[in-house]
Nanobody
């Protein structure tokens, strides 16, 4: 069984910074692409940052230049460094990863964490 567990959310003032972490635990043989999504109240869940297995990153326009996604493959962990936070960044942040559970798991499947709340005050 595989679990993704996010941490690092909280309340921060506008202009502040937070670092989110997400660790994949359980039966993990290999992790492919990983991403961070977020969902604000009344809105759909959007992908805001992705990172390939080799470390190539892509960002949604609203976070480009302010957020940095990174990963530590030895620790099965993905991070999201968030700076210059704005009230509109307030949302529940989820991580997602394509995980292969053993060497015979050729295609893997996507797993999601339960999310961590980020609230940015004015």
């Amino acid at each position: 069984q595989v679990q993704l567990v996010e941490s690092g959310g909280g309340l921060v003032q506008s202009g502040g910074s937070l670092r989110l972490s997400c660790v994949a635990a359980g039966s993990v043989s290999k992790i492919g692409a990983m991403d961070w999504d977020r969902q604000a109240p009344g809105s759909q869940r959007d992908i805001i940052a992705t990172i390939s297995e080799s470390g190539f990153a892509n960002y949604e326009n609203s976070v480009m230049g302010r957020f940095t996604i990174s990963r530590d493959n030895a620790k099965n962990t993905v991070y999201l460094e968030m700076s210059s936070l704005k009230p509109e960044d307030t949302a529940v942040y989820f991580c997602c990863a394509k995980i292969h559970v053993d060497s015979e798991d050729r295609y893997g499947r996507d797993y999601w964490g339960k999310g961590t709340q980020v609230t940015v005050s004015d």
